[in-house]
């Protein structure tokens, strides 16, 4: 069976993924970039955008785990655009112009359901208005047999989590103190006891966490 | 002038320092031991009990610097006991026995004051009602020329954050998820702008972060 796995998602030390107040210029709200400021300068970021070199150290290792092995994707529909409710602009094609870095096919999960949008470079956006279980049935059938990733916001991590879907997931506590946003851990007392974790620091400062849940192992 | 200083103070993975339900059976509330797993096992732990022996790696390399240099200590009134209110057992002398391990004075913020508490071994108890500002002045008398400890529990390290008076604080990330207690983060929004942050992970799971105020470096 394909793993479904969380990789490069970022929390505050208080537990935040996002900031507060989305909008077009800030997609994570008041957050800004600092919960990926140790991403931008590794060589699997800068390889996502196209450009050259970059660090290949503590955090690159984590972060090149992202795309290997990975069949399809899924996120909510805050990870895909600020609007919420009906769609109201159905020419946003997502933050990530019109090649975007997944190259797979990448299900969407919202109440307002649209047509698929085909995109450069072989990413897809399915959107799909389905419970966790339903979404990761039809990533599966789309990822092949190859691994599904669950990729944020918070409270999709948080429902699949909370369903016990994910076998693998590596986290980046960042030590800043948000205050106010999305909390990743709403829900989730005790979710550590069906994973192994291990941790490591990185000079960088942020502390990358493996949950490898205990029946996965 | 003397530091004021945080040490060993412990902190799930979503931010709680305590669990909820803080009782005589449990003073850490649903939390169990288990924020404070990885310190038992250090020598300067069993050296507090009277014990020998004990691991002198990663661990208690942080745990050691709670004692020195420390010449009172400040704790809030839930971490004196689990009465709340007005005192209605006098005979309680906190969780430590006869001779407990601060042999300092030590300030105990609550609203309810009663006569110093005198123990063995050098910790008397002295029972305030002030804001954190003013049991801070008192600790520094009681002090003489050493630093001061903040004990905790969360609301009393967060108020002495709050007002910008911590110059060194050793926090403990331990990878559980308690769902529910005291946070420590909250309304500290940003802090850690004020600090030099550093972090690194030990091999029983834990993250040992120093936050040294800036100024202070």
Request: proline share 6%; no cysteine; charged share 20%.
């Amino acid at each position: 069976m394909s793993l479904v796995r969380v990789h490069n998602f970022a929390v505050s030390l208080d537990g935040f993924g996002t900031g507060e107040g989305q909008s077009f210029e800030a997609p994570f709200g008041h957050a800004g970039h600092r919960l990926h400021d140790w991403f931008f300068p590794t060589r699997s970021f800068r390889a996502m955008q196209g450009q050259p070199g970059g660090s290949t150290g503590i955090d690159d290792a984590f972060a090149a785990q992202w795309g290997p092995g990975i069949g399809a994707e899924i996120m909510g529909r805050n990870k895909f655009g600020y609007q919420r409710g009906p769609w109201e602009d159905e020419e946003w094609q997502g933050w990530w112009g019109d090649n975007p870095p997944f190259h797979t096919p990448v299900v969407v999960l919202t109440h307002h359901v649209r047509p698929p949008l085909e995109m450069e470079g072989g990413t897809t956006f399915h959107f799909l208005d389905a419970s966790p279980a339903e979404a990761l049935e039809m990533a599966r059938q789309l990822a092949g047999d190859q691994d599904v990733r669950i990729g944020g916001g918070p409270s999709t991590v948080r429902q699949f989590l909370d369903a016990d879907l994910i076998d693998q997931m590596h986290l980046v506590v960042v030590p800043i103190v948000l205050g106010r946003g999305e909390r990743l851990w709403e829900s989730l007392e005790d979710v550590e006891r069906r994973f192994t974790v291990e941790a490591v620091s990185a000079p960088s400062g942020v502390t990358h966490l493996t949950f490898t849940r205990t029946s996965t192992e």
